[in-house]
């Protein structure tokens, strides 16, 4: 399995999503994380259920501009674990750096959700991917000349 994924446009990637969850699984929304995320979550410090909760949060993450802000009780019920237990997860996961909560409050209705923000995580990340960049690039021209050396080998 390929991990390059060919450009396709809006439509196509709807298409392929509904074919392999089906459209109503789709419907109701789907995230983008990218694998290396997942690959690589003991590198980054994640135990599988801070993966989770990094995984909760992102499933809330729509707009580049704007940081998630799922509450508590919703990421707490979604998998399983009380809000106590999610607390102290966040506030581990904002001490290493993959997460930063920001407090939000309104006028006349007090303190809101928390937004999340994941720049920590992406910071720690991109060392990691552009490593392993490195690493295929390396593989892949080796694996060239080897290529040249045994046709050069059998032209002779």
């Known amino acids: 399995m390929s991990t390059e994924a060919a450009p396709k446009s809006k439509a196509q990637s709807g298409l392929q999503l509904n074919k392999k969850w089906g459209k109503d699984a789709i ?4 995230l983008v994380l990218p694998n290396s995320v997942l690959r690589f979550q003991h590198e980054l410090g994640l135990d599988p259920v801070d993966l989770n909760i990094v995984i909760q949060i992102a499933s809330y993450w729509w707009d580049v501009e704007s940081p998630p802000w799922p509450s508590k009780k919703a990421i707490a019920d979604s998998m399983r674990i009380s809000e106590s237990t999610l607390r102290k997860r966040l506030k581990n996961l904002e001490s290493v750096g993959i997460i930063k909560r920001k407090y ?5 209705k ?8 994941l720049s920590g995580l992406i910071r720690k990340l991109t060392p990691i991917v552009q490593r392993e960049k490195l690493k295929k690039e390396s ?7 080897r290529s040249q ?5 059998a032209a002779v």
């Open 104 to 108: 939000r409050f309104e006028v006349g």
């Open 149 to 153: 050396r045994l046709a050069e080998e």
């Open 27 to 30: 419907d109701l929304g789907y």
């Open 110 to 117: 007090g303190q809101q959700s928390t937004a999340y923000e």
């Open 139 to 145: 593989q892949k021209t080796a694996k060239g000349r």
